[in-house]
């Protein structure tokens, strides 16, 4: 599986930025996704866990706490893609963000981790 992010760039801080991400796979696996989310790495810091959104019906939702009230993570399952929309940022929000899948195998017996490269988001003051 190949995830391929964009939507990265300068933004003032206030202003907002809508990440994407989409899902390949020439074995078509993509259509064991389970959960499709992002992570982030800030200077210095640790890679930190966004938010994630399951690719079920269910749809369940998970947030980091910094970010909840000013990120929505969504989904489009036809397209295999997971956006996250970014609105009041801050400095801090700062940081490289990746794109991450978790993927059954095609007889659904165990899930696999993917990670897409990552895009710089730069939040200026």
């Known amino acids: 599986v190949q995830l391929q992010a964009s939507g990265g760039g300068l933004v003032q801080a206030g202003g907002s930025l809508r990440l994407s991400c989409t899902a390949s796979?020439?074995?078509?696996?993509?259509?064991?996704?389970?959960?499709m989310g992002w992570y982030r790495q800030r200077p210095g810091k640790q890679r930190e866990m966004v938010a994630n959104?399951?690719?079920?019906?269910?749809?369940?939702?998970n947030y980091a706490d910094d970010v909840k009230g000013r990120f929505t993570i969504s989904r489009d399952n036809a397209k295999n893609t997971v956006y996250l929309q970014m609105n009041s940022l801050k400095p801090e929000d700062t940081a490289v963000y990746f794109c991450?899948?978790?993927?059954?195998?095609?007889?659904?017996?165990?899930?696999?981790?993917?990670w897409g490269q990552g895009t710089l988001v730069t939040v200026s003051s």
């Open positions: 796979d020439p074995t078509r696996n993509t259509r064991n996704i389970d959960v």
């Open positions: 959104i399951r690719f079920s019906s269910d749809g369940t939702i």
């Open positions: 991450t899948a978790t993927v059954w195998n095609a007889d659904f017996q165990y899930e696999s981790d993917y």
